[in-house]
């Protein structure tokens, strides 16, 4: 994907495994070792495995957006901003069809080495997302806010929508009325916020650009609220939810 800059490449370019953890037979350990490396450590608190499983439960039903109806049982997704693999695993353990694509090359590898067969896993960025292979859900998980730019923005969820039988999930997306006390939070969290941040920016949305795609290509909208028990982000993200009519 393109980012502000390069910094935010030369992060996940950085990150290294436990590779006794992912040969590992133990699920739940190979899971939260993926989401460490993803940067989920980040804030000094790694969440515990059903946290992040109680969300993924919620993705799950939210890409359905009936799970009840047989016509929108989804069998296969392909996320944008995969990392790793860390919620790829969990879909492929549940018995789905799973493809990714991130732009660092080395959390590729990773993901190769843990996903079974997927059906495709890319290093490019997002917005040359290939779309000749289709899949029935397409998911970006906490990566729209390293985008420069709504242009930019549009341009991935084009491709997303192209490659999408049915529908669209964009999670933990940054809210830009909530901004400010994001970044007072952060520098609650960082004596040297300033220093530590100043070349990672992430990008901020206002809703009404969700809404617009959605009218332009005549699909179904919803917004959920992150509820993820004792998340800090809660407050300053919303997730976005979108199925072709």
């Known amino acids: ?52 499983y109680d969300q993924y439960v919620q993705t799950k039903n939210e890409l359905e957006f009936s799970p009840r109806s047989k016509d929108n049982v989804i069998s296969s997704v392909f996320e944008v901003g995969c990392g790793c693999g860390a919620n790829l695993y969990l879909f492929q353990n549940d018995g789905y069809h799973v493809g990714g694509m991130d732009y660092s090359a080395r959390l590729i590898e990773i993901a190769s080495g843990v ?38 923005a549009e341009k991935v969820l084009e491709a997303m929508y192209s490659k999408a039988n049915q529908s669209i999930g964009i999670i933990d997306i940054h809210n ?49 609220k992150p509820d993820m028990k004792d998340y800090w982000n809660n407050e300053f993200v919303f997730n976005c939810f979108m199925r072709k009519r």
């Open 115 to 152: 996903l079974i067969d997927p059906v495709e896993l890319i290093c490019r960025e997002a917005a040359s997302l290939p779309c000749d292979i289709k899949y029935d859900a397409i998911l970006s998980n906490s990566v729209f806010s390293y985008f420069d730019s709504y242009e930019y």
């Open 176 to 224: 830009i009325e909530k901004k400010e006390e994001f970044i007072q939070f952060r520098r609650g969290l960082y004596k040297d916020y300033e220093e530590r941040y100043q070349d990672l920016p992430k990008f901020f949305y206002e809703k009404s650009f969700f809404l617009y795609f959605a009218e332009k290509y005549n699909m179904s909208i919803k917004f959920t």
């Open 1 to 52: 994907m393109r980012v502000q800059n390069n910094k935010w490449h030369e992060v996940w370019e950085r990150r290294t495994e436990n590779k006794a953890i992912l040969r590992s037979q133990n699920s739940k350990e190979i899971f939260m070792e993926l989401k460490r490396i993803n940067g989920w450590d980040s804030t000094g608190s790694m969440l515990e495995y059903d946290q992040f």
